[in-house]
């Protein structure tokens, strides 16, 4: 396995020292700029060096090498730190040859899925190399080409050997990537999640939050919900505190930290869930997206046809352009928004209000359940 510098390897999650991996991005980065050193110097590469886009620096060792006179391939195992996933241990190779035309061609080979629907971060046909992880491996690439005056192209395919096994594991072939594995990462590095500790470190920050004589709680899964507090009026400047995929947890310690509110903003990729009462919205325990906005559709009065196009979308924002377009976006989010808070209530039982907004990153607010506007106020008092 490779290494992250000390300093930089570890992180601390709810007290608990636990130690960084990277991605399968930085895996194909990493083998792609071994390889294309190996095509250019003629000298055997053991160890690569690489910068994630997260600004941490990891050395890795070099993997399966085969040289031919015209392409040079080679692997670099995943590490996930302890956040270990079913990707862990698998080599990702990348093979590289030279090419007359200029340009860096990057494409999947065995094991690396193929996108065959719309919604998805790559378009209809490509390999499932998502947009990081491609400037990734050109940037790579280019810094090397550049060191050895390299001036023509170079091609670049990503395989993964065991990739199609380890995808019978996960929800590719459902979100419409077939063949294997999608090659990932936004920010090269694989932050640990031990539940166990990600929960002591929101209950911690509650705490925190709490300390003044707050008793209502502005939460939000994420970043969108981050990015969405920024620019929404009534909630801008507001501080949330994030309860990641943990719902259901998060509303059982405000219950016993005391807390009289909590108001929790989200988008409909990840709220639609709470309202088939899926308490914890990781995509590993339930991804009943589609079933769940098409039965809700059908209560507002969509036809068999529109419920079958939204059970075939890939992300909910493709669910709603389906509503859209029968006019039927505002009438389904009438059906579900309730049934969101129906379940905040079931899992808290009456000790404390809630409710929840939501939001589309393409068609904005989507609605908001009925007590969202009397907790909205008690946040902005500061209550």
């Known amino acids: 396995m490779g290494a992250i510098r000390e300093e930089q390897g570890f992180v601390y999650v709810g007290g608990k020292r636990l130690r960084r991996g990277f991605t399968t991005g930085s895996c194909a980065a990493a083998a ?15 160890y690569v060096d690489l910068v994630t886009p997260k600004g941490i620096p990891i050395h890795v060792p070099v993997e399966d090498i085969s040289v031919s006179p015209y392409s040079v391939s080679c692997a670099v195992r995943k590490d996930g730190g302890d956040d270990a996933d079913d990707t862990n241990g698998a080599l990702v190779y990348a093979k590289v040859s030279r090419k007359a035309s200029e340009g860096i061609d990057i494409d999947g080979g065995v094991g690396v899925g193929r996108v065959t629907r719309r919604g998805l971060d790559q378009p209809v046909g490509n390999a499932a190399i998502n947009r990081v992880p491609r400037s990734m491996i050109k940037e790579a690439v280019e810094d090397v080409c550049g060191t050895y005056g390299h001036t023509r192209g170079i091609s670049v395919e990503i395989s993964v050997p065991e990739g199609e096994r380890i995808a019978e594991r996960t929800f590719n072939s459902r979100l419409g990537i077939v063949g294997g594995i999608s090659i990932l990462g936004t920010s090269g590095i694989v932050e640990p999640m031990s539940e166990t500790a990600l929960l002591g470190s929101i209950k911690a920050e509650m705490k925190v939050f709490m300390a003044p004589g707050r008793r209502y709680l502005l939460t939000v899964p994420g970043n969108y919900g981050k990015d969405f507090l920024a620019s929404y009026p009534d909630l801008e400047g507001q501080q949330p505190v994030e309860c990641s995929n943990f719902i259901g947890d998060f509303l059982d310690m405000a219950v016993e930290l005391g807390a009289e509110g909590v108001l929790l903003v989200g988008n409909l990729g990840k709220l639609v869930k709470l309202a088939g009462g899926i ?9 009943s997206r589609m079933e769940i906005l098409a039965s809700n559709a059908v209560m507002a009065g969509a036809d068999a046809e529109t419920a079958r196009r939204v059970m075939g979308c890939v992300s909910t924002d493709d669910a709603l352009e389906v509503l859209s377009e029968k ?13 969101m808070e129906f379940h905040m209530n079931h899992r808290v039982k009456g000790a404390l209000k809630v409710a929840a907004i939501t939001f589309s990153s393409e068609f904005g607010v989507l609605g908001e359940t009925p007590s969202a506007r009397e907790l909205l106020k008690k946040i902005e008092a500061g209550e």
């Not at 700029?33 to 053991?46: F, H």
């Not at 308490?279 to 991804?287: K, L, Y």
């Open 32 to 46: 792609s700029k071994a390889a294309v050193q190996m095509l250019l110097s003629g000298s055997r590469v053991e």
């Open 279 to 287: 308490m914890n919205t990781h995509s590993r325990n339930a991804d």
């Open 327 to 339: 006019g039927l976006v505002g009438p389904t989010m009438d059906v579900l928004i309730p049934k």
